[in-house]
């Protein structure tokens, strides 16, 4: 007998137990309590994502996970779930239960109001469920002697920094700050934070400048946050000491990095950063141009689209994003073709109609993936 449910903090272990077994089987040894904490550890209370499951005669055989989130771009957010632990016992496959179990999770994904889903996989297994390539950003490689030439000039005597644990309470609490203080973020609790940037085994800094705290960064320059940008430059050399190379991925409205970095790096490339699903069309279009809208100025035009059906105007004027339901003839283009053309090359090479619109500009931090 096979039953499909959502599962509940007493599914917990046996879950856990699903997965590491399933992704040791298939890849390396995991450990998810230890890989994502803020998911999985012992102190979050019950399961820290929903879970689908499929149980045969009671014993649960394949999940999917979706983990929610408000991703804030400039006051905007957007209801968001990334995709994860998409796992079928090596038992139980070719029977359907990983393409029933994202069916599933996609439509309650639906009625309860996300507007976007990300995941990382391969393009071909998930976009038969509507997922794409999404999420310009660039990726930069420095060298020691970029840093040599390009920054020998720049002083770090009075910068440092020292892993963060759970002891540092007033670091925590000004990393904290300082993230949901973000033009662009995804909020995080004093409580989680840590378990939050932790996750699959980066370790999190704290940035002190003359001995006072001055940002954080999630590996060796991953996620970096101050709180002056003038500092970026003598932390970045300072946190490169140590290192022959390193590529720093940066996103496509981060325009001040962006200078930064192309000014002295070795190479750079410009690639997609997740697989993306849109449930609301309007939303996600709204608040992606608005978004860009920030750092680019836009094109004046108008533009309509009829995706799957839904009839979506976009109007831009003066910098200014409106975009609403519409009754009258318009593009027609499939869920998937519409997130190629809105998202990734498709909009850059076949866009020109529609100005700088396109591709739009989606991230999200890793340590806020799933």
């Known amino acids: 007998m096979t039953e499909y449910s959502i599962a509940t903090k007493n599914d917990k272990q046996e879950i856990i137990d699903l997965i590491d077994y ?10 998810f309590k230890n890989f994502l904490p803020k998911v999985y550890a012992d102190e979050v209370d019950g399961l820290g994502a929903k879970h689908y499951i499929l149980k045969e005669d009671g014993v649960i055989k394949a999940v999917v996970a979706i983990r929610t ?11 968001a779930g990334a995709v994860g632990s998409v796992a079928v016992h090596p038992s139980s496959r070719k029977k359907g239960y990983m393409s029933a179990l994202m069916k599933f999770a996609l439509e309650d994904a639906k009625k309860t109001g996300l507007q976007i ?3 990382s996989g391969k393009r071909q297994r998930y976009g038969h469920f509507g997922f794409e390539n999404g999420g310009i950003v660039y990726n930069f490689t420095v060298s020691a002697a970029n840093i040599k030439h390009a920054l020998a000039d ?9 892993e963060m644990t759970n002891q540092m309470e007033n670091e925590i609490k000004i990393a904290c700050k300082l993230h949901n203080d973000r033009h662009c973020f995804v909020k995080r609790s004093e409580d989680e934070f840590l ?41 970045f050399k300072k946190m490169f000491e140590g290192l022959d190379k390193t590529t720093i991925k940066v996103a496509s409205f981060e325009r001040g990095r962006i200078e930064f970095l192309s000014a002295f790096c070795e190479d750079y490339s410009i690639r997609h950063d997740k697989k993306l699903c849109v449930l609301d069309w309007k939303s996600v279009l709204s608040v992606l141009l608005t978004l860009k809208s920030k750092t680019v100025r836009l094109t004046d035009g108008e533009a309509a689209f009829n995706i799957d059906g839904e009839c979506i105007g976009i109007s831009v004027k003066n910098n200014n994003v409106t975009v609403a339901d519409i009754d009258e003839p318009a593009t027609a283009l499939s869920h998937n073709s519409a997130q190629r053309m809105l998202f990734e090359l498709d909009g ?7 100005g700088n619109w396109f591709p739009l500009p989606f991230y999200i931090d890793h340590a806020d993936t799933f």
């Open 69 to 79: 989130m408000d991703i804030v771009y400039y006051g905007l957010a957007l209801k």
């Open 117 to 119: 889903l990300f995941l």
């Open 348 to 354: 850059l090479l076949g866009g020109i109609q529609y």
């Open 195 to 235: 378990r939050v940037v932790k996750s699959w085994g980066d370790k999190p800094y704290a940035i002190y400048k003359n001995g006072k705290m001055i940002g954080y960064s999630v590996g060796i320059l991953g996620e970096l946050v101050l709180k002056d940008e003038s500092d970026y430059a003598a932390v």
């Open 154 to 162: 720049v002083d770090v005597s009075g910068i440092s920094y020292k």
């Open 22 to 31: 399933v992704f040791t089987y298939d890849y390396e040894p995991h450990d």
